[in-house]
């Protein structure tokens, strides 16, 4: 009864919190993309990334958007549904969009969408120790809840762009205390956006769950990209975090491999991606 979940005629079963958490504790780095589609999904999967992401990204590299603020959870269900059917090993976690879990109820309807109908196994919502109650809610739930610190795209009105978060002490000491808060009230996992390093190795020393960095230095429990930027689809200037993994590669499949492997063997992200 418990078989479709623990071995689907593959080489290592499906990846699930424990997996993730077992990484962490082996110091075995955690290879994450995004991907809003079937057939990406499946290339991302036999690349072997552990983790895969439907974030609101999606409303930037797919729908043209220049921010993440109008995607709707209807959109993120819609492309979770879609990657979903696409994956074997990899864990699923789809993005709660801006303004979908302002209160905790709202938080919990929204999150069962995205693990009903969507089929994702872990929601992510941007916040700081603000977003205690809601992620208690979804913990109480047993939904599994990952939270985005550093650079939070969804306040990018708010904080007057994309720009690198944490630079200042306080401003660092508080995304510390944000990031165990967070765990405290049952985060799984804490994704950190921009960040410079020595904050992504601070945090990922004093929490116990995985920490995934994107533009968040090497120290890191893993990595995550935005797959249009590793495959070179993303015209025009790209952050710093962004290594195009098409170079040298004549297929997607081979270029996503090798992102994979680079993260593995740390070759990824080098001093250029990296903040001070
Ligand atoms: O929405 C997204 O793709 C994300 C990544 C940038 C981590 O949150």
Redesign the pocket.
Same mark, same amino acid.
């Given at each position: 009864m418990y078989k479709q979940l623990q071995q689907r005629d593959m080489d290592s079963p499906p990846v699930n919190v424990s997996t993730l958490r077992q990484m962490k504790a082996n110091r075995e780095p955690i290879a994450c993309l995004?991907a809003y589609d079937a057939s990406f999904a499946q290339l991302v999967d036999i690349a072997g990334s552990d983790l895969v992401?439907v974030?609101?990204? /999606?409303g930037m590299v797919v729908q043209g958007h220049d921010t993440?603020v109008p995607v709707t959870v209807d959109d993120i269900v819609y492309h979770t549904r879609l990657v979903r059917r696409g994956l074997r090993r990899a864990f699923l976690v789809a993005?709660l969009p801006f303004m979908s879990y302002a209160t905790p109820e709202q938080a919990l309807d929204n999150a069962v969408r995205l693990m009903q109908e969507g089929g994702a196994m872990m929601v992510?919502l941007e916040g700081g120790s603000g977003q205690g109650e809601v992620v208690e809610c979804l913990t109480r739930h047993d939904i599994p809840v990952c939270a985005?610190l550093g650079l939070k795209?969804q306040s990018v009105h708010k904080i007057g762009g994309f720009k690198v978060q944490g630079r200042e002490s306080t401003a660092a000491d508080k995304m510390v205390a944000d990031a165990v808060a967070l765990q405290n009230a049952g985060a799984d996992i804490v /994704?950190l956006?921009c960040v410079p390093s020595e904050v992504g190795k601070r945090i990922t020393e004093s929490v116990e769950v995985p920490v995934i960095g994107?533009g968040a230095g090497p120290a890191v429990d893993g990595q995550?990209l935005?797959l249009y930027d590793i495959l070179d689809i993303t015209l025009g200037r790209t952050p710093r975090f962004v290594k195009n993994f098409m170079t040298g590669h004549d297929s997607p499949l081979a270029a996503i491999e090798a992102y994979v492997a680079a993260v593995k063997d740390r070759s990824y992200p080098a001093k250029e991606h990296c903040f001070s």
């Open positions: 995004t992401l974030g609101d990204s /999606l993440t993005d992510k985005h795209p /994704l956006e994107i995550i935005v």
